[in-house]
Every structure is written in structure tokens, then in C-alpha cells.
């Protein structure tokens, strides 16, 4: 038992995934796993532990922003000892090369975020995903053949966008904007665990374009194969 995840010890499986909405967590529970079991819904944020091709895996809302992805990771590595945890999420795409529905493979997150500052100081952490779940996912990603690339995300503290920070972050090859990465691969390297991130790309900041509900529900389809096939490989 923890303060926000209400599961008793062993009802969480050492691979996870963290989507921020706790209805896609639910969605991807019952349309990807086998045998679902709900461990959790304090606060709502819903919490599924089933089986892919044989592997345990749970799936895990966040919330939104890293302060509450923060609450939850922490609490998944401290108290229930996940070892692999990858992030599915949107993003907003800042470079012209990116196309609605691409797909990145997260390999490092900015930020903007004063949790860093509050960790580190004046020193300055390089948040990075897994370099074992990036290979395996780059491998995985061509043999599926869609668009996609590897690359840095920025997690911003803001959706609605005040300080034009992205414009920087494009200027540094920075591929989409979203919120949660960086604290996920702190958190992860904090406790000596394995994170990545991939992201859909939902809406292109530089072009003003969005997907559609129905061109969502396609690429993260991709997504979800990817970081699912992704967790059954490092596990063989
Ligand atoms: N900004 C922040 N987070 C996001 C965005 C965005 O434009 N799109 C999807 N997640």
C-alpha cells in the first residue's frame, strides 16, 4: 500500500506502462492485455496489471505534468519495485521534418521545470531515457515500418504556452513539446531503474495543425504495439 496507488505488494508487475490519462490506461488494459486486473482508482487515476504475450505488465495513469507523474513513479519504483517503465503519450511537434501521428522514440527531455532546479541546483541533469529500451524500440520500430525517429522531447510546465520557450528548444533540434519526461528519467536514474518515452505527435506547434480523434486512435495503436512488443523484448 502506498499513499496514491492502493495496491497491495505483488499486485504491480516489474514492467509498466504510464500513460497520462487514467481512461487510456483503461483502454490499453482492455483492449491490449490479457486478463486485466484494476488495482487501483484513488483519485481516479486507474491502475491495470495483466499480461502480453505472457509478460506481466501494468499500465498506470499519471495525471498531467511532471509534479504528478512524480507522485506515481515514485511511489512504482519506491514501494512496488518497477524495474521498466515507458511513457506513451502525445506531443506537440516543433521541428518541419515532423509529420500529425508521427511517432518518437524519447532518448532525452528539457526542461523548463523548476524541479530540476530543486534537485540539482545550479548544476544541470541530462534527463535520458534507457539506452537498452531505446535500441530495442529503434529495432522494433523499423521492422514495423512506420514513420517514426529518435529523438530529445522538451517537458514543459505549461500546456498553454506563456514564454515561447519551444523556440529555443526548436533552435537545438528539440523534436516536440509535452510534460512529463524529464522527471520519469530522473526518477529513473534516482532509483536505478530502466524508463523511456515514445510520443505520438498530436498537434505540430510550428505548422498549427492538429489529428483528428480518429487519426489519434490509429497512431496510438503503433505506439502501443511498439512499447509493448518493446517490454516483451528486453524481457526475453
Ligand atoms: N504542449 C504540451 N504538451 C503537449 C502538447 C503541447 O503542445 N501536445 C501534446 N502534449
Known amino acids: ?69 512524480s507522485i506515481y513513479v515514485t511511489e512504482l519504483f519506491k514501494d512496488y519495485g518497477v524495474e521498466n517503465a515507458i511513457r506513451v503519450g502525445t506531443c506537440g511537434a516543433i ?45 522494433i520500430a523499423q521492422d514495423m515500418k512506420i514513420r517514426y525517429s529518435v ?15 519551444w523556440k529555443t528548444w526548436a533552435k537545438y533540434g528539440v523534436k516536440g513539446i509535452e510534460m512529463e519526461s524529464a522527471e520519469l528519467f530522473t526518477l529513473a536514474a534516482q532509483y536505478k531503474r530502466r524508463a523511456m518515452a515514445i510520443m505520438t505527435v498530436s498537434d505540430h506547434i510550428l505548422k498549427g495543425t492538429q489529428t483528428t480523434a480518429q487519426e489519434r486512435q490509429t497512431s496510438f495503436t503503433n505506439m502501443m504495439s511498439l512499447a509493448l512488443q518493446t517490454i516483451v523484448e528486453i524481457n526475453r
Do not use: W
Not at 19 to 48: Q, S, T, W
Not at 110 to 126: K, V
Not at 151 to 165: E, H, L, M, R
Open 95 to 139: 521541428q518541419e521534418d515532423l509529420e500529425l501521428r508521427d511517432t518518437i522514440i524519447v532518448n532525452s527531455a528539457c526542461s523548463d521545470s523548476s524541479l530540476l532546479n530543486q534537485r540539482f541546483e545550479n548544476l544541470h541533469f541530462a534527463p535520458t531515457a534507457d539506452f537498452s529500451l531505446v535500441k530495442t524500440a529503434d529495432r
Open 151 to 165: 529523438g530529445s522531447v522538451a517537458s514543459s510546465d505549461f500546456f498553454y504556452d506563456i514564454n515561447s520557450n
Open 1 to 69: 500500500m502506498s499513499t496514491h496507488i492502493n495496491a497491495p505488494q505483488g499486485a504491480i508487475a516489474k514492467n509498466i506502462l504510464l500513460p497520462g490519462d487514467p481512461l487510456r490506461a483503461k483502454f490499453i488494459a482492455e483492449n491490449f492485455l490479457e486478463n486485466p486486473k484494476l488495482y487501483n482508482e484513488v483519485r481516479g487515476m486507474l491502475g491495470f496489471t495483466g499480461t502480453y504475450k505472457g509478460v506481466p505488465i501494468s499500465v498506470q495513469g499519471t495525471g498531467m505534468g511532471q509534479p504528478s507523474l
